[in-house]
């Protein structure tokens, strides 16, 4: 009699569990965000020396893509998602606009499993071409793999202007990366379905207008520089 007991409460919570509703679309955008600070704060003092200071506070805008590669060495990953903010002419980052990446292959120089990426836009236009379409990092602005170091200067080479640094850490490694070729989007579901309506990702970026601003959201802005 035990035992049938047992078995029956054992086919209960197996059900109970099987019937849990999934989680939803706001819900796993909220989960991309924390995941996304949690990166940026990690590459930002990564052990090899991290991110210039300087770069960091020269940006117009900070994008970060967690777990973008899915391959092996060189080849990479063809796709992945991520958050970018914009600050304005007083310091204040704005609410996260989801983003996307995609291409035929991403060039990462280390390998891993997944590689978590971190943008560093430098200059408006840059920033303004990611909002209105999408466009290709190499092509319609230029891309750099960015300089480690906290002392590091990311133009040392005269002849480069890079208007993107870019850099990517898997497996624990962390360097600056090349992205040539890749394309950038902002995601418009994905930016929807978190804030509960149809809104242009310009808005958010650089009129910082957002029909609501979850914890999350406000957490990654505030863990910019």
């Not at 409460?9 to 909220?30: C, F, N, R, S, V």
């Not at 200059?123 to 209105?132: E, G």
């Not at 962390?174 to 040539?180: D, H, I, R, T």
Request: net charge negative.
């Amino acid at each position: 009699m035990l035992s049938r007991v047992i078995k029956i409460l054992a086919l209960a919570a197996l059900a109970a569990g099987l019937l849990e509703p999934p989680a939803t679309a706001q819900e796993k955008q909220a989960v991309k965000l924390e995941n996304a600070r949690f990166v940026y704060e990690e590459m930002v003092d990564a052990k090899g020396g991290g991110v210039p200071l300087s770069l960091r506070t020269d940006a117009k805008c900070i994008a970060v893509i967690p777990h973008v590669v899915k391959g092996g060495f060189l080849v990479g990953g063809r796709h992945g998602n991520g958050v970018m903010s914009c600050h304005d002419d007083e310091g204040h980052w704005s609410p996260p606009v989801f983003i996307e990446i995609s291409g035929a292959s991403l060039g990462l120089q280390i390998g891993g499993q997944a590689s978590d990426l971190v943008l560093f836009f430098m200059t408006d236009k840059a920033a303004r071409s990611l909002m209105n379409s999408k466009f290709t990092l190499g092509g319609d602005v230029s891309v750099a793999a960015g300089p480690v170091g906290k002392e590091a200067q990311p133009n040392s080479d005269p002849n480069v202007e890079a208007e993107i640094y870019s850099y990517a850490r898997a497996r624990g490694l962390f360097a600056g990366v090349s992205l040539q070729g890749s394309h950038l989007a902002p995601d418009q579901k994905a930016i929807e379905s978190y804030y509960g309506e149809r809104i242009f990702p310009e808005k958010i970026a650089f009129e910082h207008q957002v029909p609501r601003y979850p914890p999350e959201a406000r957490d990654f802005a505030a863990s910019l520089p």
